[in-house]
């Protein structure tokens, strides 16, 4: 299939995020890998074999077609865990499959049992407990009815895992929540043990907890955008400098993302006329102007309509006037050497020039990694 760019993932740099998130965490906590949004865009099926390959064994995605995305691709024993959304005529297969599951209300453990029961195996679930969030988990008294659930029916229903999610990890506002969030946790795991519930795992962190709160570490972190080279935050980043001993301080993630296309055609421009679509960009001198066969069809936001800026020949390029369906223009007046086909980086490349992403958007940063994970499945990926 014709493809008009291509992703290429660099597994050296996941290899050394990856190696950088196991030194902060103890001997004994179990990383899970988080690949829910297509692995944030990289791309289960290229991203989840290189993972393994890192020494990964446990996967975190949101939905059941996600997970079998991941367990088509993995070679060896690994533990899959679906987070999110189920349908409940997805979780016979679950079960079959040793798939575990976040379970947030009775229902959804009622559905557990009874798929258990016709399948003949137990239902691994992780209880999702509420512990500020207010998005999903399980309030006391709804526990009170799980745990009953649970007590008579140990051979169909295992807790796996005791698990929560923190509402923003990420910034320093949310410090008195995040530690009432942990209060609140291990009072409930404590509860639940009186009770006769003892989850094996208790996780609670994700990337920004697992580098700002070592203590949410607990049994397991489930770290996502970490592992593709990105800050949670550029607050995160900064607790993590500030807590160096080290003299030198250098930024440890490596972006795994390279984002290329190639200049599609090249025209000069008289001052005084629009370019593109409108009347959005107006040429104020002469230019020379590219056009690169890539649009928000393809996952360049419009956003970045007159804003975003790309690779070409090692310069830094503009997108002059409305990204289109499938094409935009950069400005490459001053750009030398560009022809048809010279390529042109979208993400990616080195150093002060390079295109990157920043997880929340910041203006600095071009790039919201909301774009990494729109990027289509049907680019191809490469690994090196
Ligand atoms: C997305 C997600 C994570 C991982 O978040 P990162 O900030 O990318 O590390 C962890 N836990 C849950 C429940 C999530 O939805």
């Not at 993932?9 to 829910?36: M, P, W």
């Not at 290189?50 to 079998?68: L, N, P, Q, T, W």
């Not at 008579?152 to 506002?173: D, M, V």
């Not at 907890?209 to 203590?215: D, N, S, T």
Request: proline share 3%.
């Amino acid at each position: 299939m014709h493809s008009t760019s291509t992703i290429v993932l660099n597994s050296d740099a996941l290899r050394s995020n990856i190696e950088f998130i196991r030194s902060r965490l103890g001997e004994n906590v179990r990383l899970s890998s988080v690949v829910k949004g297509n692995a944030y865009g990289h791309g289960i099926e290229a991203m989840v074999p290189m993972i393994e390959k890192c020494g990964v064994d446990h996967f975190s995605v949101f939905s059941a077609d996600e997970a079998h995305r991941v367990h088509k691709v993995i070679s060896g024993e690994c533990t899959i865990l679906v987070m999110g959304e189920v349908y409940n005529h997805n979780v016979e297969w679950l079960i079959e499959q040793g798939i575990e599951f976040f379970v947030f209300d009775v229902e959804r453990a009622g559905v557990a049992l009874d798929a258990a029961k016709k399948v003949g195996k137990p239902a691994l679930i992780h209880i999702e407990i509420e512990t500020g969030m207010n998005r999903t988990g399980f309030n006391r008294n709804e526990l009170e009815l799980l745990v009953d659930l649970i007590v008579k029916n140990r051979q169909y229903l295992k807790p796996q895992g005791l698990c929560t999610h923190y509402a923003g990890a990420e910034s320093i506002a949310n410090y008195v929540r995040v530690q009432k969030q942990i209060k609140s946790f291990n009072k409930t795991y404590a509860w639940l043990k009186k009770h006769g519930v003892t989850p094996a795992l208790r996780h609670t962190a994700c990337s920004a907890a697992a580098i700002a709160y070592p203590k949410t570490h607990m049994d397991m972190v489930r770290v996502g955008i970490l592992q593709y080279g990105y800050w949670p935050s550029k607050e995160v980043f900064i607790d993590y400098l500030g807590k160096l001993k080290t003299e030198v301080k250098t930024d440890p993630l490596r972006r795994v993302i390279t984002w290329t296309s190639y200049v599609m055609a090249v025209k000069v421009v008289r001052a005084g006329e629009f370019i593109g679509y409108g009347t959005s960009y107006l040429a104020q001198q002469d230019m020379v102007i590219a056009t690169i066969p890539v649009g928000y069809a393809h996952g360049y936001s419009r956003a970045l309509s007159n804003q975003g800026l790309v690779l070409i020949n090692g310069r830094r390029a503009s997108v002059i006037g409305t990204v289109n369906m499938n094409m935009m223009m950069v400005d490459i007046t001053d750009v030398t050497g560009v022809s048809k086909g010279t390529e042109v980086t979208l993400i990616g490349g080195h150093e002060e020039t390079a295109i990157s992403v920043a997880s929340f958007g910041e203006l600095s940063n071009q790039l919201n990694y909301e774009l990494l994970t729109r990027l289509p499945r049907d680019i191809p990926r490469i690994t090196e």
